[in-house]
């Protein structure tokens, strides 16, 4: 599955590039987070289409605001408030897409898309459009970028690279908390069997195919046994 190359309908190219600046307006207002950036807002766009490619009938005017506004309120992960992060973008996202004229009966649609994208906030996903958006998020959390974001955000919360002598967690309990090679296991292989498309469960389980080969990889280095 690759993204489609197809030029937007002009309603929506108009509206990705507003989205975008509305976007960047609110991530300059947080500081600077490399890993829930506005690239990551236009991965997760690019994500949504290949999957909007498959399924015709989905608002993609409702995909395309949530994929750019999910994280308008970016809450670190290990904040505890972090759960509450989706939630508060789903808020601040219907305030100023009302303020910028977008349609009032696809407001809903919106927020609820943003607000079930999380996975801490654990919301159903109850529309095709949230399941797409979601889809699309936690695409961006595998593969190769996904595996450069992954080690970007355990350095921003401390956490080593592995441990020292037992980077599979052979003879210990994982904590991704402590040790960023954990998390391909307590999270990222969760997410093939947690895709809400048929689309997204094939294309995110090639990617977590290259995360698997690249953890065994890395072990063997970490442990001189390549």
Not at 27 to 44: I, K, S, W, Y
Not at 85 to 90: D, E, F, G, K, V
Not at 100 to 117: M, T
Not at 134 to 152: C, E, K, T
Request: hydrophobic share 50%.
């Amino acid at each position: 599955m690759q993204a489609t190359t197809r030029p937007l309908p002009p309603e929506l190219d108009a509206w990705r590039h507003r989205l975008a600046a509305l976007a960047a307006a609110a991530l300059a207002e947080q500081g600077p987070d490399g890993a829930h950036d506005l690239t990551h807002f236009e991965r997760v766009w690019r994500n949504a289409q290949a999957l909007l490619a498959h399924y015709p009938q989905a608002d993609a005017l409702v995909v395309l605001a949530a994929c750019y506004l999910h994280d308008l309120v970016n809450v670190p992960k290990d904040d505890p408030r972090r759960s509450s992060a989706s939630r508060l973008s789903a808020g601040l996202a219907r305030e100023r897409l009302a303020a910028l004229g977008f349609r009032a009966d696809k407001l809903a649609g919106v927020a609820h898309a943003i607000e079930a994208h999380s996975f801490s906030a654990a919301v159903p996903a109850t529309t095709l459009e949230a399941r797409i958006v979601q889809d699309a998020d936690r695409l961006d959390g595998l593969g190769a970028v996904g595996l450069a974001r992954m080690f970007y955000i355990a350095g921003r919360m401390g956490s080593a690279l592995a441990h020292g002598a037992d980077p599979l967690a052979r003879g210990r309990p994982l904590d991704d908390k402590a040790y960023a090679l954990d998390h391909i296991d307590t999270k990222l292989a969760r997410l093939p069997g947690m895709m809400q498309t048929d689309a997204g469960r094939a294309l995110a389980e090639r990617r977590l195919a290259m995360l698997t080969e690249f953890r065994a990889a890395f072990a063997a280095e970490w442990t001189g046994k390549d």
